[in-house]
T-cell receptor, first 115, second 115 residues
Framework: DVKVTQSSRYLVKRTGEKVFLECVQD?????MFWYRQDPGLGLRLIYF???????EKGDIPEGYSVSREKKERFSLILESASTNQTSMYLC??????????????FGPGTRLTVL | AQKITQTQPGMFVQEKEAVTLDCTYD???????LFWYKQPSSGEMIFLIY??????QNATEGRYSLNFQKARKSANLVISASQLGDSAMYFC????????????FGAGTRLTVKP
């Protein structure tokens, strides 16, 4: 059974704090993704990584950074959390090949509240 | 420009009836993939069904079918015999490009199944 796990389901932080969101997958996938989900906006891509130590900006990278030191782990970092980063954060992974139904597999999400 | 449009923020359906969730997309690629995901209140995104742009037949997976109209650029999800457990957010997504790392999501439709 495929598995993507995220370190926390719920997180409450204060403005200005440094925040780490961790994601681990056990499917040996090359690609990993971080999205944020807001009502009425769907999922928006923050960053993705297609290999260890490689990263690419998505649609909304401002205020975020990422780290991928190991293939199975992809971290999202909020250097100085702000209230407009209150959101649901979803991690996903996929294999590199683009074949048919090869989809992205998602973790359970982290609901982050910044006070 | 919006790549994926879901025009129904919310839908209601009576248990055991069928429901159609709308999705239109915009792409200039000839080769692309269309996906539907379900997100229950637990937060996890669950892959439901896939349609490739070159697939001539509409995709089906159990009670889910995808009404693919390529010329209209629409990929509506049909759920037959609705169940209470179908109540969730539903997202349409499109994958473009040669790598399996570029997915765009719609804003979602919240489906409520009434007993």
């Amino acid at each position: 059974d495929v598995k993507v796990t995220q370190s926390s389901r719920y997180l409450v932080k204060r403005t200005g704090e440094k925040v780490f969101l961790e994601c681990v997958q056990d499917m040996d996938h090359e690609n990993m993704f971080w999205y944020r989900q807001d009502p009425g906006l769907g999922l928006r891509l923050i960053y993705f990584s297609y290999d260890v130590k490689m990263k690419e900006k998505g649609d909304i990278p401002e205020g975020y950074s990422v780290s991928r030191e190991k293939k199975e782990r992809f971290s999202l970092i909020l250097e100085s959390a702000s209230t407009n980063q209150t959101s649901m954060y979803l991690c996903a992974s996929s294999s590199r090949r683009r074949e048919g139904t090869d989809t992205q597999y998602f973790g359970p999400g982290t609901r982050l509240t910044v006070l | 420009a919006q790549k994926i449009t879901q025009t129904q923020p919310g839908m209601f359906v009576q248990e055991k009836e069928a429901v159609t969730l709308d999705c239109t997309y915009d792409t200039s690629d000839q080769s692309y993939g269309l996906f539907w995901y379900k997100q229950p209140s637990s937060g996890e995104m669950i892959f439901l069904i896939y349609q490739g742009s070159y697939d001539e037949q509409n995709a089906t997976e159990g009670r889910y079918s995808l009404n693919f109209q390529k010329a209209r650029k629409s990929a509506n999800l049909v759920i037959s015999a609705s169940q209470l457990g179908d109540s969730a957010m539903y997202f349409c997504a499109m994958r473009e490009g040669v790598n399996n790392n570029d997915m765009r999501f719609g804003a979602g439709t919240r489906l409520t199944v009434k007993p």
